[in-house]
């Protein structure tokens, strides 16, 4: 796949100023400290609860890919068809950079090599670090959104945290 990021810029669909970039000209995006949320994703679960930084990722996730459904519906002429896939639309989000998509009817399989908030949570929290379970609830609820999904049963199968070279979530549905 192209870049998407450099063809949103020629196409005038990506802008940037002010220490944000604009997309689509309508979701502005402020440019948060990747290492900074990991520490606070860390401290929510400290004074919480693991249940509590699953329902904040898929509070998070459901907001933002329903907004990008709708932003995307509108200004599908900034983006080319080839962008306007599943993966690369996650991307675009700002939920990582993605290694691997394999999908079929029952089930996608996911791998993320590097990642600008778990990676950094690895360094410093190692195997403590919740960020991969905050995360795992946002890509669910980006493919509950675009493919019209009630449910979705996630499985963590491999972890940068715990030392694999990446991780690999496998969300399935009825």
Not at 105 to 132: D, M, N, R
Request: net charge positive; with cysteine; hydrophobic share 35%.
């Amino acid at each position: 796949m192209k870049d998407i990021f450099e063809d949103l810029v020629i196409r005038k669909g990506l802008i940037g100023g002010g220490n944000q970039l604009q997309l689509f000209k309508n979701i502005r995006f402020t440019m948060y400290p990747a290492r900074a949320f990991s520490f606070l994703l860390q401290k929510l679960y400290e004074d919480n609860d693991l249940k509590y930084i699953r329902k904040l990722g898929k509070k998070m996730g459901r907001v933002s890919s329903e907004n990008f459904k709708k932003e995307i519906a509108k200004m599908k002429r900034l983006l080319k068809k080839e962008y306007q896939t599943l993966p690369a639309l996650i991307e675009l989000s700002g939920f990582g950079k993605i290694h691997s998509f394999k999908e079929n009817k029952k089930e996608i399989i996911l791998q993320i090599k590097e990642h600008p908030v778990i990676t950094p949570s690895k360094e410093i929290y190692g195997k403590k670090s919740i960020a991969c379970s905050f995360y795992s609830q946002i890509y669910a609820e980006y493919i509950k959104t675009f493919r019209d999904l009630n449910n979705v049963q996630i499985s963590h199968n491999k972890c940068l945290c715990n030392g694999d070279k990446l991780c690999e979530w496998r969300f399935k549905w009825e």
